[in-house]
């Protein structure tokens, strides 16, 4: 297939997908005005449109082990608004943003709307209020997802992570998860595509992704930490964690064994253990 005849396909289908979303965000978009929506309600629908991304941009997902099954604070390294994508596939519950993503075109709209958590970042107030909102909804029985680097990478190192709103999961008395994330080209070597960083734009990152002959985003599920713990050591031991997997798949590690393929959901996704 030709790049050309790659990207209009794409993106035929990435607009057709986005389209056909608006009515059921108008929709919940109305009952949120209505004070009768409810996070719970949400989440097969998150999980559908943000598939349906992955979908459509013809990115797949390589899994290694499981997101926990009860509410839980996830961390994880960040190195694109794919991130986003792909972790919200696997029903992650909210998610932590900074302030300026509530102002981009459409996708900032979708985020307020699935209820998307906003950080005004340099306020300590704000960010202790934030850390408050977090604990709020970790204990009513949510999930909630953050990037602590506060920032992107290109994706070959784990930047320091800010221990703040780590807190939270102490205060709500719920486990944190930490997740790894990789890119990986049709090579099976690290996207220098996927990472979005610097000054380029939404758009043109996405006019970038639908050349791509492929894209993996591996997703490392990491053993849970108790909440019981302080909010440094938190930071410390999953940046620990997330740091030595980012570094196994930049030094060009292999071990992966395929042990489920859901056809039922295509062939966006690839189940296996790290070997």
């Known amino acids: 297939m030709t790049v050309a005849l790659r990207r209009t396909s794409r993106l035929l289908r ?6 056909a979303s608006l009515p059921i965000a108008l929709f919940f978009a109305w009952q949120r005005r209505q004070g009768h929506l409810h996070q719970s309600s949400l989440r097969p629908a ?31 390294n960040h190195v694109s608004w794919l991130d986003i994508m792909a972790l919200g596939a696997m029903r992650e519950g909210r998610f932590l943003a900074k302030e300026e993503v509530a102002a981009w075109p459409l996708f900032g709209w979708l985020a307020r709307v699935t209820g998307t958590l906003f950080v005004k970042r340099g306020s300590a107030r704000e960010a202790r209020a934030s850390m408050q909102g977090i604990a709020d909804r970790l204990a009513a029985g949510e999930s909630v997802l953050l990037f602590p680097e506060g920032t992107t990478t290109q994706g070959d190192r784990v930047a320091p992570f800010h221990a ?14 930490p997740v790894a994330l990789s890119y990986l080209d049709e090579r ?7 990472p979005f960083v610097g000054e380029e734009g939404l758009g043109s990152h996405i006019w970038r992704l639908l050349e791509l002959p492929e894209l993996t985003v591996r997703l490392h599920y990491l053993p849970p930490i108790p909440g019981s713990v302080s909010r440094r050591e938190a930071a410390a031991l999953s940046h620990k964690v997330i740091a030595a997997a980012v570094r196994n798949d930049w030094a060009g590690w292999r071990g992966v064994e395929v042990v489920e393929r859901d056809e039922s959901q295509g062939d966006w996704v690839v189940a296996g253990v790290a070997g």
Request: one cysteine or more; glycine letters at 6%; a positive charge.
């Open 14 to 19: 990435l607009t057709s997908h986005i389209l």
């Open 46 to 76: 998150m999980e559908w449109w943000f598939r349906g991304i992955l979908r459509a941009l013809e990115i797949r997902i390589e899994l290694h082990g499981a997101p926990l099954d009860r509410p839980h604070l996830c961390v994880a």
């Open 164 to 177: 703040g709103m780590l807190e939270a999961a102490s205060l709500a008395g719920r486990p944190i998860q």
């Open 188 to 194: 099976r070597n690290p996207s220098q595509v996927a």
